[in-house]
């Protein structure tokens, strides 16, 4: 059974389609990459997945239950309880950091295990450090976001998410505001989560990476998936020449194996 199914995913703004007719299944402990040119739907589908746009027309499921109930004319309506309780299933990571600059790396992992999940105070203290432990910033528990780096605080909004437990968890374009010396750090921490199994799913332009952590990749054209498969088929041999022609000039650095440094 899929973690996430879509099923005929359309998301239109005004006159201009997005989304038109995606269907995508993420199995529990996947990690799979989103790839395509800008303006291709990748951002608009991670956001149609968690509810934060509202899908067109189309079906999510998740853990195997629908989400939302059809109205009489078919059109899916979501109650706002329904949609808390999913956001809180599915993290979502950004560009942006989105850190409250007010508070203490520690209470922005706090902060949202005490108002949405009801933790008490040493519960909420207890799974922020287990989890900034996790993503290699426990000695900066007590910083504000103004004094660490770019890396770093997109560090703390990854252990944010994870302080939440969710069943899956979405990346978009997590590293694209960092600075290259940076990029590398944020990249471990997910690479890590994927080791673990958490179910990912991603979106970057980081070539490397996606070749060798994901498990399969997706590649999107125009708000319609034309070509997916493994690291192996999409990146090395790919099939169409929208994604061959996305792929020209870029070189996938692929990690040697272990039986191959032995």
Not at 79 to 103: A, D, W
Not at 205 to 215: K, M
Not at 228 to 244: A, C, F, M, N, W
């Amino acid at each position: 059974m899929s973690m996430i199914a879509a099923r005929n995913i359309h998301k239109s703004f005004q006159s201009q389609d997005v989304l038109k007719g995606v269907d995508l299944d993420i199995g529990k402990g996947e990690t799979v990459v989103l790839l395509g040119a800008s303006g291709s739907g990748k951002s608009t589908l991670l956001r149609c997945l968690n509810f934060l746009e509202m899908p067109t027309s189309g079906e999510v499921c998740l853990d195997g239950k629908r989400v939302g109930t059809p109205d009489a004319g078919g059109r899916m309506r979501y109650s706002e309880t329904e949609l808390c309780q999913l956001r809180q299933r599915v993290g979502m990571v950004f560009q942006q950091f989105n850190l409250f600059p007010h508070l203490t790396v520690e209470w922005n992992v706090m902060i949202a295990q005490r108002k949405v999940l009801g933790r008490s105070e040493a519960q909420a203290r207890e799974r922020a450090r287990y989890y900034l432990e996790k993503v290699g910033l426990a000695e900066k528990i007590n910083e504000y976001p103004a004094r660490l780096s770019g890396g770093q605080q997109q560090r703390v909004a990854i252990a944010r998410s994870l302080a939440m437990e969710p069943d899956v968890m979405l990346f978009d374009e997590a590293t694209s505001a960092l600075d290259p010396e940076l990029v590398g750090e944020v990249l471990q921490t997910m690479k890590n989560l994927s080791g673990e199994g958490m179910t990912m799913l991603i979106v970057t332009h980081e070539l490397g990476f996606a070749y060798n952590v994901a498990h399969r990749i997706v590649f999107l054209h125009e708000g319609t998936i034309i070509e997916e498969g493994t690291p192996d088929e999409i990146l090395v041999h790919p099939k169409s020449e929208r994604t061959k022609a996305f792929l020209r000039g870029h070189t996938v650095f692929r990690l040697p194996q272990p039986e191959e440094t032995a």
